[in-house]
């Protein structure tokens, strides 16, 4: 997660309360102790915001900034406290589905909805739901029911989103909410079939002919560092060129 | 032959901000801003140029939402409004800092800016933006494009085709409208590519448009020219790709012309260094201080000490750097020549807004760039349609899916600080595709009411509000925007299951939202 965020003011954060700072924390991914006191809470969610910002100015966000000066007559910071307060929109619950977004070759945003009557038919005696997801590689034109490379991942029942990472770019996948009861596996929504973009050239490049390897260099290929690399890590972060790419 | 072709595309486009219940509103200065420092001083070295016969090319996007606001007549009366703000703003500061050697001339130039603008606006123009851009569109000299209704990142919607289509058919729709033409070019907004979209894009009779230098490189099969030669779908949608130098020279922030010592400091601005009591009636903002547009300092390097600024230096600057510009992307296509059995072509894309507003000298840039590229032997400016009438075969490939944002896909769009817009946003549309089905033949009220559940679900689409969210500017008022135009929509749903409807109610959201007053609901029907 990042934040753009210089100069924001410690002011903004000491008016949230205890509970809006900490969801803020937990969305920020701090793992921050529930009983952890508050000025420890607003210290960690500041250094971790000035870590970001950092990161993002070294990181070439140059492109966003730019993008954002658009709107430059407001007040240049506004982060969207709200989100701590109740959501102005519920979300429904009459239906049940999965909806995943690609967001890069390896992350994908998976979000879902379980209608009341589907969650009281998968409760368990106790009242309690076992909930994962299933995420199966997949290929064209496959049949439904052909056998599949897949993990699963535990969600818990309060939760309705996830990034997921995927572990192969170029690669096919489809996601299936699921739950478990008496040890039997039921599928309560899938996705459709997710195609995860290209991160790197196909080794076809190097037998590219002299002109084209050539144009391609003088087309930036190596800024973006998008050519194929020696070692075989497929979750190699792309860096962020100067140019947004 | 011609040693290479230089494309300039700018995009013009801001998010829908029009907000008549309320006196003034801090959002809408984001339109005033841009036709004050960029859109009506464009169009004043438009003129210069055709004055002097010189020629120019230039391809434009003026964005769907863009296009609602500047034919708008409340934000037009406003604008006029803030123009005469400006103009007092320019008359005490000319009374405060009139005599000071360094800071009077300048006090004056933002004086003759804004009069200049005003006289523009409301004399030459008639209020009529959209009408002076036509003006050099049908002389050639402009070619104008379009984009996504509401500026959406598509990839996002790339399982819905009917949300897909309607972004592309209001488009085209507000352009025809517009502009009376339809537009053969479709700006992807932000570069949002992904494989599939060409065929929608097709469907529309769409002729070209452009994608980042990393989706197009990646495509599938690899572009053998690299970026100095647009690719062809396979349905014979052309692709031009980004070039990534051009970009670069003017896009980056550290190394990019506009971080340059001697032009204008984007971020000191006597909104914030005056005491409030003195800027803060000229701002309309209550307590809350904000950008005023009067800047007096120069980048000067990274340091909080800035020199003055001195605005001759700054313009020769800037001629400077468009002949490097020019000299740059000519030694660029001899090399590349040396490797094509055409001239190549450098595509270079910017958002309208980077130039003048942020890059105080780049309307200077541009008029320089123009007119060094007329009297020098070198490379030939074109548009991006005539360069598809001149080379209409070129090599098959599709591109992979890629952005110009941050990272270079979708990072920006799905974030943690935006990504709970999508699960809203997609509701409305599925019930928007829905009730379309349901109701397939209506007119009457009915169908202004589908029209205006249309319009809302577009809105909750736009792009803008997810930058904002992730950026931490104006984050509140972007959330509002996402909530609102959801709630609208679900509050028309409830209407026609209930079949219940608040006539009264209606009749002001169609007043307050009114963009695209030509929209079709039916465009959201389940594509066969």
Same mark, same amino acid.
């Given at each position: 997660m990042a934040f753009q965020n210089?100069?924001?003011?410690l002011e903004k954060f000491e008016s949230l309360s205890d509970e809006a700072l900490h969801a803020l924390a937990d969305r920020m991914g701090l793992g921050i102790p529930p009983d952890l006191e508050r000025v420890f809470v607003v210290e960690e969610i500041l250094v971790a915001l000035e870590e970001d910002s950092d990161e993002r100015r070294s990181g070439g966000v140059a492109s966003l900034r730019i993008e954002e000066t658009?709107?430059?007559?407001?007040?240049p910071v506004d982060m969207d406290?709200?989100?701590?307060?109740?959501? @102005?929109i519920s979300p429904s619950t009459c239906d049940t589905f999965i909806r995943v977004l690609v967001r890069d070759p390896s992350w994908a945003f998976a979000f879902w909805e379980i209608s009341d009557t589907e969650r009281a038919s998968i409760a368990? @005696?106790?009242?309690r739901l076992s909930l994962f997801l299933r995420v199966s590689e997949t290929t064209d034109g496959e049949k439904a029911d052909a056998k599949r490379d897949f993990f699963d991942i535990p969600i818990s029942e309060d939760d309705s989103q996830w990034y997921l990472n995927l572990p192969r770019p170029k690669s096919r996948y489809r996601i299936e909410l699921c739950s478990r009861i008496d040890g039997r596996v039921r599928m309560l929504a899938k996705s459709r079939d997710l195609a995860v973009p290209r991160q790197l050239l196909d080794?076809?490049?190097?037998?590219?002919?002299t002109d084209a390897a050539e144009l391609l260099r003088l087309s930036g290929l190596e800024s973006l560092d998008i050519e194929p690399v020696s070692d075989d890590n497929p979750q190699r972060i792309i860096k962020a060129g100067l140019t947004g790419e | 032959m011609e040693p290479g072709y230089l494309a300039l595309v700018l995009n013009a486009h801001l998010p829908?901000?029009?907000? =008549?219940?309320? =006196?003034?509103?801090?959002?809408e200065k984001w339109l005033f801003e841009a036709l004050s420092e960029t859109y009506l001083p464009l169009l004043r070295l438009f003129r210069r140029l055709e004055a002097e016969e010189i020629p120019f090319r230039l391809t434009i996007n003026l964005s769907p939402t863009l296009c609602s606001m500047l034919g708008d007549a409340v934000l037009g009366e406003r604008y006029l409004g803030y123009l005469d703000g400006q103009l007092a703003l320019a008359r005490r500061e000319v009374e405060r800092v009139g005599s000071d050697p360094a800071f009077g001339p300048l006090a004056r130039l933002y004086g003759e800016l804004y009069l200049s603008d005003r006289d523009d606006f409301a004399v030459l123009y008639e209020r009529d933006i959209l009408a002076a851009f036509d003006y050099f569109y049908k002389k050639g000299k402009l070619e104008l494009i379009t984009s996504a209704a509401t500026h959406s990142f598509l990839p996002i919607y790339r399982d819905s085709r009917e949300a897909v289509s309607a972004q592309i058919e209001t488009a085209l729709v507000a352009h025809r409208r517009a502009f009376g033409k339809h537009p053969s070019g479709f700006w992807l907004p932000h570069l949002g590519w992904y494989p599939g979209i060409e065929e929608v894009l097709h469907a529309y009779n769409i002729q070209y448009s452009i994608v980042a230098t990393r989706g197009g490189l990646l495509g599938d099969p690899i572009p053998k020219a690299g970026s100095f030669a647009p690719v062809q779908c396979p349905n014979g949608l052309t692709i031009f790709i980004r070039d990534a130098a051009a970009t670069e020279a003017v896009w980056s922030e550290d190394s990019g012309y506009p971080g340059d010592p001697l032009y204008r400091d984007f971020y000191r601005d006597i909104g914030f260094d005056l005491p409030l009591d003195y800027v803060g009636p000229y701002m309309d903002a209550g307590s809350t201080r904000i950008f005023s547009g009067f800047k007096y300092w120069a980048v000067t390097g990274k340091t909080a000490d800035k020199k003055p600024y001195d605005r001759k230096a700054a313009l020769a600057r800037a001629d400077e750097h468009a002949a490097s510009f020019l000299a740059d992307r000519l030694a660029m296509a001899k090399d590349a020549a040396l490797c094509m059995d055409r001239p190549p072509l450098m595509v270079a894309p910017y958002d309208a807004e980077l130039f003048g507003h942020w890059w105080f000298e780049g309307p200077a840039w541009i008029e320089a760039l123009f007119r060094r590229a007329a009297r020098e032997p070198g490379l030939k400016l074109i548009t991006l349609g005539e360069y598809c009438r001149a080379y209409p075969e070129n090599q098959v490939s599709v591109p992979e899916f890629s952005s110009w944002g941050d990272g270079g896909y979708a990072e920006v769009w799905i974030d943690g600080a935006n990504d709970w817009i999508y699960r809203h946003a997609f509701k409305s549309v599925d019930r928007m595709i829905e009730l379309s089905e349901r109701f397939p033949d209506e007119s009457g009220l009915r169908e202004r009411i589908l029209n205006q559940a249309a319009r809302e679900v577009l809105l909750a689409m736009g792009s803008d509000w997810a930058l904002l969210l992730r950026a931490g500017k104006s984050a509140s008022f972007a959330r509002r925007q996402v909530e609102d135009a959801v709630t609208n929509f679900n509050k028309i749903y409830e209407m026609l299951s209930s079949n219940t409807v608040g006539t009264e109610w209606i009749t002001k959201l169609e007043k307050r939202n009114n963009l695209f007053p030509e929209i079709n609901y039916r465009m959201f029907r389940k594509k066969r």
């Open positions: 210089s100069g924001v003011k658009k709107f430059s007559s407001s007040d406290f709200g989100r701590d307060g109740p959501p @102005a368990s @005696a106790d009242g080794s076809l490049s190097s037998k590219l002919e | 829908f901000v029009r907000q =008549p219940e309320y =006196p003034h509103f801090l959002e």
